[in-house]
């Protein structure tokens, strides 16, 4: 075989390439980035996430090697990484403090965020734009399902969050944009990173706990759908051994349940079961909208991703009710779990905020890293569109602001110090 001989100049230029692809690691799910001007399109290179649901059709565009997803439905260039700021390697190069490892923020943080990016390279902005900015809400939106000091609920195609879900990315209300997300935060399995009902209540609505954050809140039972954790007081046969929380390895739930030695409280192992498990509860209904622009809303009992109304998880003839009548894990007893019991718990298994452990890491279409939780967004002036800025004298009460549930399609308010993703986009040129 001939012998292929490098000149100098090529070797070098090759070790250089080794090095410069070795000088800044990146954390894992997370693309390279790109100094190029997103507002040119560029060739498309095949993405490295593993896809996730099939690719949106609706209006929206790849451009600049994929690094802006270009929507066409709003005129606008959304920022491909939906969760930039759960990249470490960026959040160290912007210097934004704050911010959680899988990139959750509060309110004040995110706009702290946006800044940065566009404060970046001496004001340059980051990829050569120093125009982004939060997604943006009107308060009176005729597409959403509920009113109460503005609109919001479902089918809110107003916003630029909700017009990407329900229009960009085509999905229906309660579909989550990742239905299947496994995770594995020993020793459950598919503990999900959105809420879960408890049996609290307070003047706010039912009381909800997230694994992603660690904070409580409140939920109108109406439109939102939510996960399970069941519980039972007592444990199953013979309790395992040992310290913390731990699985059961013998006996009927061996598999099943898992046993949280400092409360005596028995758990399902599988934090989202009722994805793979309806226990026979099937079939839809219907929510009739508080506006009268509204369509009837026809929704799962069980949405195919687990989640659930509440009346579906605790009335009689609902999912838990079936649950203990299928004496599941030799079990009966099975019960909706208080805000102290989740809370507790999320102690004892030593989780912390934002714990990558309940980070997707997939690639949807055009976008990588979308969430299947909220995002935070901001309220826009009444005339305005999606081109329009944040106005920091709105907002939708004191002490709220927007955010948008990428797990269900729920446009809704929350207080500051929520800890929510952030996405960004910038108006498209020429757009108005």
Same mark, same amino acid.
């Given at each position: 075989m001939p012998t292929i001989r490098l000149g100098t100049g090529v070797c070098l230029f090759l070790l250089g390439t080794i090095f410069l692809s070795m000088a800044a690691p990146e954390a894992v799910g997370h693309p390279r980035w790109t100094e190029s001007n997103p507002c040119q399109t560029g060739a498309a290179s095949p993405g490295t996430l593993p896809e996730h649901g099939p690719p949106p059709e609706h209006g929206l565009t790849p451009e600049d090697r994929e690094s802006v997803v270009y929507d066409s439905n709003q005129s606008i260039c959304w920022l491909a990484d939906a969760n930039l700021a759960g990249n470490a390697y960026f959040r160290a190069k912007l210097g934004v403090a704050g911010i959680n490892p899988d990139g959750t923020m509060d309110y004040a943080t995110a706009l702290n965020w946006v800044q940065a990016l566009n404060n970046y390279n001496q004001g340059q902005g980051y990829l050569g734009h120093?125009?982004?900015?939060?997604?943006?809400?009107?308060?009176?939106?005729?597409?959403?399902?509920?009113?109460?000091?503005?609109?919001?609920?479902?089918?809110? =195609?107003?916003?630029?969050?909700?017009? *990407?879900?329900?229009? $960009?990315?085509?999905?229906?209300f309660p579909d989550s944009v990742v239905p299947h997300l496994s995770t594995s935060v020993a020793p459950f399995v598919n503990l999900q990173p959105s809420l879960y009902w408890t049996t609290d209540q307070n003047s706010g609505g039912e009381v909800t706990f997230s694994f992603n954050?660690?904070?409580?809140?409140?939920?109108?039972?109406?439109?939102?759908?939510?996960? *399970?954790?069941? /519980? &039972? *007081? &007592?444990?199953? $046969?013979?309790?395992?051994?040992? =310290?913390?929380?731990?699985?059961?390895? =013998?006996?009927?739930?061996?598999?099943?349940?898992?046993?949280? /030695?400092?409360t005596g409280i028995s758990w399902i192992l599988d934090g989202n079961l009722a994805a793979s498990n309806n226990f026979g509860v099937t079939g839809t209904t219907t929510i009739a909208p508080d506006v009268k622009t509204s369509a009837t809303l026809t929704v799962p009992l069980i949405d195919a991703d687990g989640a659930m109304l509440f009346a579906t998880a605790a009335n009689a003839g609902g999912w838990l009710d079936a649950m203990n009548k299928s004496n599941y894990a030799a079990m009966n007893n099975w019960q909706l779990p208080r805000i102290a019991d989740l809370q507790n718990l999320y102690k004892n298994l030593n989780l912390q905020p934002g714990d990558t452990r309940l980070e997707a890491h997939v690639r949807l279409g055009l976008f990588q890293n979308l969430q299947p939780g909220f995002y935070w967004a901001c309220e826009r002036d009444a005339n305005g569109t999606s081109h329009s800025p944040c106005d920091p004298n709105l907002s939708p009460a004191a002490g709220f602001a927007y955010s948008f549930n990428f797990d269900n399609g729920f446009e809704g308010t929350d207080l500051l110090s929520k800890q929510f993703y952030v996405m960004v986009y910038y108006s498209a040129p020429g757009a108005h």
């Open positions: 120093n125009n982004w900015q939060l997604p943006v809400t009107p308060l009176n939106d005729s597409s959403c399902s509920s009113v109460n000091n503005g609109n919001f609920g479902a089918s809110c =195609t107003g916003s630029a969050l909700g017009n *990407l879900y329900y229009s $960009g990315l085509g999905r229906r954050t660690g904070l409580g809140g409140s939920n109108t039972t109406k439109y939102n759908f939510f996960r *399970l954790l069941p /519980m &039972s *007081l &007592s444990p199953i $046969g013979t309790p395992p051994t040992g =310290t913390g929380v731990i699985p059961y390895t =013998t006996g009927a739930a061996a598999g099943k349940a898992v046993y949280d /030695m400092k």
